[in-house]
């Protein structure tokens, strides 16, 4: 067990743009609001690369690891961990910092890995079965599998709103489209890939969101929310011939996502208009069950 504790600068290269305009309720012509204007005349965006944005890492590791004994060895490894950092977004570095400030959106709080291999105790030379006839022993004897079972909880995103109802006024800057906290819970009641968010349809919200005031920025917090879990269980199996002293075969089949489990993505952040909380795609870097075989000659 360890405890990893990681406090950390962005590269030089990060940047914010110093050439937007502030944000004053009201105010017709922007180029009044940004900052070189008066003085220069400057109306573009001037990027400040500096190492002003920070983010920092903490993380518990555990490891349980048996040994390989009597044809079974596993080793367990979990994850509890805390990624924070600014966002990426000029305006949330501009306008209200600590709203702009959250969990990685790339990094779940837990993540589990079990890895476990096991020589089934039946064929010659092994505890069951060691006198069996070679040709019943080539058939059911001498198996091996192995297998791979990993978890991850949701990872991080923020809600934000598609439409707004008419007449309704909207900062001409920054990030605008942020709702307000509701009172109701923001996650639908039975949770599927047609409804992950507690979402109303079109221009309305639900309980868990609001609309911000006139003019004025939302509170919702930045990747306050999650998506669905990722769990997959991949398994080998394997056998070894040996057909003289020099040569050697093995037999293998592999399955990848071995129960079909579709891991979902992460939902439409929107939370009314088209297709709000909705998931349409399965996680990054997730397939669905694919089988592979392979006879490998070893001399």
């Not at 639900?206 to 609309?211: E, I, N, T, V, Y």
């Not at 297709?275 to 069950?289: K, L």
Request: net charge positive.
């Amino acid at each position: 067990m360890k405890w990893i504790d990681r406090a950390d600068c962005r590269p030089p290269n990060s940047s914010t743009s110093h050439g937007q305009a502030a944000f004053i309720p009201g105010l017709v012509n922007q180029n009044l609001a940004k900052p070189y204007y008066a003085s220069y005349g400057w109306t573009q965006g001037i990027d400040f690369y500096c190492n002003c944005l920070t983010n920092y890492y903490n993380s518990l590791q555990i490891q349980l690891k048996r040994s390989y004994a009597s044809g079974y060895g596993v080793q367990l490894s979990y994850t509890w961990q805390d990624a924070v950092s600014d966002s990426a977004n000029d305006y949330d570095i501009l306008y209200n910092r600590p709203l702009g400030r959250g969990r990685e959106n790339s990094i779940s709080d837990h993540g589990l890995t079990i890895a476990q291999n096991y020589d089934i105790p039946f064929g010659r030379g092994r505890k069951f079965g060691s006198n069996i006839n070679r040709f019943i022993d080539y058939a059911i004897g001498n198996w091996n599998l192995s297998g791979v079972t990993t978890f991850y909880s949701g990872l991080p995103f923020t809600p934000n709103i598609q439409s707004y109802p008419s007449g309704t006024v909207r900062p001409y800057t920054g990030d605008n489209n942020r709702p307000n906290k509701g009172t109701g819970s923001p996650y639908a009641s039975t949770q599927n890939r047609d409804h992950w968010l507690n979402t109303a349809p079109s221009d309305a919200l639900s309980s868990a969101f609001a609309f911000p005031a006139d003019n004025t920025f939302g509170n919702y917090g930045y990747n306050t929310l999650r998506g669905p879990i990722f769990i997959n269980q991949d398994l080998s199996v394997a056998k070894n011939f040996r057909i003289t002293e020099r040569f050697t075969t093995q037999l293998r089949g592999e399955a990848y996502n071995l129960f079909n489990h579709a891991n979902l993505g992460l939902p439409n952040s929107n939370v009314n208009g088209n297709n709000a909380g909705a998931i349409t795609a399965i996680a990054f870097g997730s397939t669905m069950r694919r089988l592979q075989f392979a006879l490998r000659l070893d001399f």
